[in-house]
């Protein structure tokens, strides 16, 4: 019988007291973003809102726990953010959003900082079980970044791989893994970097001893691109199906999936928030659809949450977990 | 000659040329005003809504006249009245709610609003800060107003099917307010979309707004198009055929990398380009203008040519956007001069009647 677990993929926003706390104590210039080199009195203030996002979810009743990653400000780039031999350069557009991340600049050889792991380790002192780690897939961390330093294509998606396979592998225990590859979707590989993008995911993946998602958004995977991710050593492969329910459904249909699957079910772009009955009624009919006899299935939001109002975000988590709730009741 | 134009050289214009200098639209407020606003919403302050809206208008008044003193032929308050380009206007159309800010970049911000029910025109959004400052000012007044596609793109929608939708809706209600400003006597007209050059793929969608936008407003009125921080080969020279007059584009920012995006193509309409930099704190010499303003006219000839800043300059320290203002008007005119002495070689073709 399928079990349903409530969760989401990370990237949440900021309390609006710490949106104010933090510019005063930040600045407002692309200069004062994250660098890994924080103050007390921001590291205190980010420690206060990790604990804050992290309260909300065990009050909401989600199965996943994430730390929030409240200190992304480059969003998915940000494990780049912290490095040495990373350059932050100009402001670019994240993706098709009217939002902006600093571009990464790869200029020397790089090496993991443990940057995500010290936060986890924060989290793990609050969460008893359930805590679920977040990081951007290889593909997309490769795509989001510029490389001055490795001088191909596959060199570079490579070191980008065990980069984020050696952050993981200084995770504490965690649950599980969301990695998040919008990009390919966004900006999908051609032949040959397909079949890489999905070895890629294999380094990171090889790297903890937990359940580890590849979810994709912003619409669905071309064919080739979803049968080479079919090759990937994960757990499931994450659906979004706000943007795209029928091509997702389709790639399922002719080309299987994992035993479990992610589904993006409620919009982390919208205010409009969806009722438990609804997100139910959205796993059904995936369900229908794809003949499915999942071990598990994520519900979660298709994208980060950080472009929402805080209350709208709140409901969406209560919505998610109130929509897993509702199907053990009725089971 | 395309559109309506020559009612905007003023009487006693020295020049047999006319470059016409406007602005975009935005201006630094006055720190008092900042102030006001802050203790009109202070609810322990017995600062009422009589008083914040003595303090607006004081603003507009000192800064029309700011305009006027640096000698621009077109002139605005500076939109003493708005707090942000897409919020001022939620708040004013029915169906729109606000639910708490939301990051753009960094800790940057904005009060991104949804819309819950069927959008509709309530009260008027321009008519009134038109009225007034057209009423203070003795030059031409321009109306910069947030288009429909930005509007849509930057809220978001709980009730339509799609952003295009939501987009010809609104279109549709600024269609109602700009004939509201038309009657109230505006003759000049900006509409402000910044979203296309983020998603230079709708260019068909703002078509589609702009076409709607502009029924049944009467010949005479000048209608122009602020885009900006985009890459305009994207969108050009697609955009020529929206029932506009004139384009407003950032381009000293880049330092004038894509102008041959504009000559690789003739450009048929007039051209409003910007000749300082809307994000940079140092005022550009009259000389480094002047420069600027040539390029332009690689582009079209100059009865088409308006010179204005990138963008709106709100961002900038106060002297500073008023420094930018002086000097750009002052290297209009002596462009204009060289150009009546024939000592300029004008690049672009001279327009044929059209």
């Not at chain 1, 609804?278 to 949450?305: K, M």
């Not at chain 2, 960094?106 to 009260?123: A, L």
């Not at chain 2, 985009?230 to 055929?241: F, Q």
Request: overall charge negative; some cysteine; charged content about 30%.
């Amino acid at each position: 019988m399928t079990r349903v677990v409530a969760t989401t993929p990370g990237l949440y926003p900021l309390p609006d007291w710490a949106k104010d706390d933090l510019s005063d104590l930040k600045g407002h210039q692309k200069d004062d973003l994250i660098s890994g080199s924080e103050s007390e009195a921001i590291t205190d203030a980010y420690d206060r809102a990790r604990t804050e996002v992290i309260d909300r979810q065990q009050e909401a009743g989600l199965d996943r726990v994430v730390e929030g990653q409240l200190r992304w400000d480059d969003m998915l780039a940000h494990p780049l953010a912290v490095a040495d031999d990373v350059e932050m350069r100009g402001i670019v557009r994240y993706y098709d959003n009217n939002n902006f991340y600093r571009e990464p600049v790869v200029t020397g050889g790089l090496t993991a900082t443990g940057d995500v792991a010290a936060e986890l380790d924060a989290a793990s002192e609050q969460v008893g079980g359930g805590l679920q780690a977040v990081l951007p897939g290889p593909y997309s961390l490769a795509d989001l970044a510029t490389d001055d330093h490795y001088g191909d294509e596959a060199a570079f998606l490579d070191a980008i791989a065990d980069f984020l396979a050696d952050e993981a592998g200084q995770f504490p225990d965690v649950e599980t893994l969301f990695l998040l590859e919008p990009s390919l979707v966004e900006n999908p590989p051609g032949d040959g970097p397909d079949a890489r993008a999905s070895e890629a995911i294999d380094t990171v993946a090889g790297a903890v001893d937990a359940d580890v998602v590849a979810h994709t958004y912003w619409g669905a995977l071309e064919e080739k691109v979803y049968a080479h991710l079919m090759d990937a050593a994960v757990d499931a492969i994450g659906f979004d199906l706000v943007s795209d329910h029928d091509q997702n459904t389709y790639n399922v249909q002719e080309y299987g999936t994992k035993d479990s699957v992610a589904l993006g079910l409620v919009d982390g772009q919208n205010t409009l928030v969806e009722s438990p009955e609804t997100i139910r009624e959205r796993i059904d009919w995936f369900d229908d659809q794809t003949n499915g006899d999942y071990d598990t299935v994520y519900a979660t939001s298709n994208t980060e949450l950080f472009y929402l109002p805080v209350n709208k975000f709140e409901a969406k988590l209560d919505a998610l977990a109130n929509a897993a709730e509702l199907e053990e009741v009725e089971a | 000659m395309t559109g309506p134009r020559e009612q905007f050289r003023p009487d006693d214009h020295p020049n047999d040329h006319f470059l016409m200098t406007t602005v975009v639209g935005s201006y630094p407020k006055p720190k008092w005003l900042h102030r006001a606003r802050d203790m009109y919403e202070d609810d322990d302050r017995d600062f009422t809504e009589e008083h914040f809206a003595e303090a607006k208008d004081d603003a507009s008044r000192l800064i029309t006249d700011e305009h006027e003193r640096s000698g621009l032929d077109v002139v605005c308050d500076g939109e003493m009245r708005r707090n942000e380009m897409v919020e001022y206007f939620a708040h004013r159309i029915d169906g729109y709610e606000f639910n708490g800010r939301v990051k753009v970049w960094g800790h940057n911000y904005f009060d991104k609003p949804s819309v819950v029910d069927e959008v509709g025109y309530d009260q008027e959004w321009l008519i009134s800060e038109y009225e007034f400052t057209a009423d203070v000012a003795e030059t031409p007044v321009k109306v910069p107003i947030t288009g429909p596609y930005t509007l849509a793109s930057w809220s978001f929608n709980e009730v339509y099917d799609s952003e295009e939708q939501l987009a010809y809706e609104l279109a549709d209600l600024v269609n109602e307010e700009i004939e509201g400003l038309v009657e109230a006597g505006a003759r000049y007209i900006q509409i402000d979309e910044p979203a296309l050059a983020t998603t230079p793929d709708d260019h068909a969608i703002v078509g589609e707004c702009l076409e709607r936008i502009v029924a049944d407003v009467p010949d005479d009125v000048r209608l122009g198009l602020h885009v900006c921080y985009g890459d305009y080969s994207r969108i050009y020279p697609e955009i020529l055929d929206y029932p506009v007059h004139e384009y407003d584009l950032e381009l000293a920012n880049g330092d004038y990398e894509q102008l041959d995006v504009f000559t690789d193509d003739e450009f048929t309409k007039d051209f409003a380009m910007g000749v300082t930099d809307a994000h940079v704190a140092e005022v550009e010499s009259v000389e480094q203008i002047k420069e600027n303003i040539k390029k332009g006219l690689q582009v079209v000839p100059p009865e088409r040519l308006t010179v204005s800043p990138d963008c709106g300059l709100k961002l900038l320290p106060r002297e500073v956007a008023y420094g930018k203002m002086e000097n750009m008007v002052q290297a209009a005119r002596e462009i204009e001069q060289e150009l009546d002495a024939g000592d300029i070689d004008v690049g672009a073709v001279a327009s044929a009647d059209d």
